[in-house]
């Protein structure tokens, strides 16, 4: 059955893959605890600690620049989607609106559904990272984070927080739900930071 779902990445493959991954055919969804349905007109993405807290609207997200991104998605359960194609607002462009206390080293991403997970400002402020709301041309579903999650292509995609809905800038590394439960602190895939601390 394994064998149906996923590959053993070739060696054409080896820099796009990192050590320990399988290619998938499909998407598989992964998912702690419920998945929750939110309705793009009540959505609200709330940024706040060391920052001007701010509130986002659906329509004053979808006002923002709008990019088609083609990325790599690594999951830490061992499995990688190539070319996985996605439309959102570039993290940069979405920092245009948000002013920072210089303080600030550190993010907590909020979901609703009470998920969280942490970054660095040095991982979060990278020019590929994007909050996506559209995958393969089609409104992001639920089961895979919809109707917004970030995408941070370089790290394991539990940093990729589905249902995001909040930035809370920190002046330290906290740690959020999966860290606090043995996963890494950072997740580099290429570096198979997979669990237990840093």
Not at 192 to 197: D, N
Request: glycine share 10%; hydrophobic share 35%.
């Amino acid at each position: 059955m394994a064998g149906k779902f996923f590959t053993k990445p070739g060696s054409e493959y080896g820099d796009r893959v990192p050590k320990g991954q399988h290619l998938t055919n499909g998407f598989p969804v992964l998912t702690y605890g419920g998945t929750p349905h939110v309705d793009r007109d009540t959505w609200q993405f709330r940024v706040w600690g060391l920052a001007k807290e701010t509130t986002f609207s659906w329509a004053e997200l979808m006002a923002m620049p709008q990019t088609d991104f083609t990325a790599d998605f690594h999951c830490v359960t061992t499995w990688s989607k190539l070319d996985v194609q996605w439309t959102g607002v570039k993290v940069v462009d979405f920092m245009k609106h948000v002013e920072v206390d210089p303080a600030a080293v550190h993010i907590m991403e909020h979901c609703y559904g009470d998920y969280t997970t942490n970054i660095s400002m040095d991982d979060f402020l990278r020019e590929e990272n994007f909050f996506a709301h559209t995958v393969f041309g089609e409104p992001l579903p639920p089961d895979h984070g919809g109707p917004l999650r970030l995408v941070v292509p370089h790290l394991y995609a539990w940093k990729s927080a589905k249902w995001i809905n909040g930035l809370e800038f920190l002046s330290k590394e906290e740690l959020g739900f999966w860290e606090r439960n043995g996963y890494h602190h950072r997740g580099d895939p290429w570096k198979e930071e997979r669990y237990s601390g840093r």
